[in-house]
């Protein structure tokens, strides 16, 4: 079976009755990660590498015994000469940039008894769009003999926690961010600006303002099956709350959690004033009721923040020219009044910009060339599908097991595709469905498949779905999932022959 093509960064080919288009699948644009300049010219990291541990730093290391208890992610790491890597990241003599263009990191080679030792930052989730220090894999060369990372002793299983009984329900501000629950320290509070969780609300029924849920002790992701233990700690007359950060390395990677520690809304206990810890109510609502968004004044700002739901307008930006290129914004951004902003393209304009499709795209809307009366469909992660970008586009949607009603990729694409702004063919009409990627489980996008064909049957001729977006890979070579591959082949076997063009990921 011919398969088509479809990178992280790929461009779908969607003919339609008026012409022929293309449809980026691009991934959201985040703020620019980066450690300090190397010191001196490292050791080449070309060639093949066998992780041997995971560590939180550097200085954590040591050989011949296993920090990580866990199996490892990633098992192994390539190179090449030309400066391309088997995670489809870069690299350069001293740095690792991810695929977003804009994340980089320095990797160390050390050389321990003989051996060269590689810590590779993991530019996960939390490097690239929460702005957080990565943790390192460490790796040695392929076929080298480094000393056993297996612990001479194998480690006690631990004891089997006792869940908290204490309820979450309320709002809680965040403190600090802490790799384990004892590392924190009440005097030691992390600035606001520099914590991506800012706030967080859970209701007395279960729900999250994260979209998670939460009963007496546990937190469980949206995925519905993976879930942490919260814990509630009274130090020195206050209640901090340890909440698990359930991020990918967490619901994907089996990593252990990392925790925010956040205290009640409202006054600040004793421990933290002082701290510049934020007490107060937020300035404001972000966004129209349902976001638990809130736009909160900042002190200060660098390049490559994200402002996004900041408040800068009592800065002074004027002199600093070239910022806002940088910077990770949004509409709800606010900013200081003109003469205290820096010259050239405003905050406004960059908006624009950002949502052309390019590719002369716009000048074919103007020929009258939308896609008008073309239907086409996606199967991507859930949305509210009253986003104002694409309200009213989608001709039907339908969730396959998502048990969530939102996410970050499901609106980009479908912003991508029909959105009435940044759309490519803002005049086609969309037929959506939810599928969870996370349960490395082929079945859901092939019953995802299946009900597009369903519906594709159920339309008159001239009106029939041209084309099927999927950002996944569900099958063959460099498919992430484990489970009934076979399915996806059967459906989309099925879909090319009632006559529709499914772009996947695969890398065949």
């Known amino acids: 079976m011919a398969r088509k093509v479809c990178t992280r960064l790929r461009w779908m080919t969607l003919l339609t009755l008026a012409g022929l288009f293309s449809v980026a699948c691009l991934p959201g644009c985040t703020p620019s990660s980066e450690s300090p300049a190397p010191e001196s010219k490292p050791e080449t990291l070309a060639g093949s590498w066998v992780s041997v541990d995971f560590v939180r730093t550097i200085d954590e290391f040591t050989p011949g015994q296993k920090s990580w208890q866990g199996d490892l992610f990633l098992k192994d790491f390539t190179a090449e000469d030309g400066g391309t890597t088997s995670q489809g990241w870069t690299w350069s003599d001293g740095w690792v940039t991810h695929s977003n263009g804009r994340t980089r990191y320095q990797y160390t080679i050390k050389d321990i008894g003989g051996t060269a030792y590689l810590f590779l930052p993991w530019l996960s989730g939390d490097v690239t769009e929460r702005g957080m220090a990565p943790l390192y894999y460490v790796l040695t060369r392929a076929g080298a003999a480094p000393a056993s990372t297996a612990p001479s002793t194998p480690a006690p299983p631990p004891p089997a926690a006792t869940p908290s009984k204490r309820s979450i329900a309320g709002s809680w501000i965040s403190v600090s961010f802490v790799e384990k629950i004892d590392d924190f320290k009440p005097g ?125 307008k009592a800065l002074n930006l004027a002199e600093r020219t070239g910022l806002i290129a940088t910077l990770n914004f949004n509409q709800k951004t606010v900013w200081p009044p003109d003469p205290a902003m820096p010259p050239g393209k405003t905050p406004k304009a960059f908006l624009h910009d950002a949502m052309d499709p390019g590719l002369g795209i716009r000048g074919l809307h103007r020929q009258g060339i939308t896609g008008e009366g073309v239907n086409v469909a996606i199967i991507d992660q859930p949305l509210y599908d009253d986003h104002p970008e694409f309200k009213g586009k989608i001709a039907a949607y339908h969730d396959v097991g998502c048990k969530s009603e939102s996410s970050m990729h499901g609106p980009a694409v479908a912003s991508l595709l029909v959105g009435r702004n940044c759309g490519t063919a803002p005049g086609a009409r969309l037929y959506f469905v939810a599928a969870p990627s996370w349960t490395k489980d082929t079945a859901y996008q092939a019953k995802a498949l299946d009900w597009i064909i369903e519906q594709n049957a159920s339309l008159p001729d001239g009106q029939k779905i041209r084309v099927v977006s999927v950002s996944a890979c569900p099958s063959g070579e460099g498919s992430p999932f484990t489970m009934n591959t076979e399915q996806w082949d059967e459906a989309y076997a099925r879909a090319e022959a009632a006559g529709m063009l499914v772009l996947d990921c695969t890398q065949q």
């Open 188 to 312: 030691q509070i992390s600035p606001p600006d520099q914590l991506f969780l800012k706030d967080f609300t859970a209701d007395v029924s279960g729900g999250t303002s994260l979209g998670w849920t939460w009963t007496e002790g546990w937190i469980t992701h949206s995925n519905g099956r993976t879930r942490a233990q919260y814990t509630i700690k009274d130090i020195a007359g206050a209640s901090y709350l340890f909440l698990p950060w359930l991020s990918g390395d967490v619901t994907e990677r089996g990593m252990a959690p990392r925790y925010y520690v956040m205290i009640p809304s409202g006054p600040a206990p004793a421990a933290l004033r002082g701290t510049g810890t934020a007490s107060a109510p937020p300035v404001q609502s972000a966004m129209s009721s349902g976001s638990f968004q809130t736009i909160r004044p900042v002190s200060a700002v660098g390049e490559f923040d994200d402002v996004r739901w900041k408040d800068l």
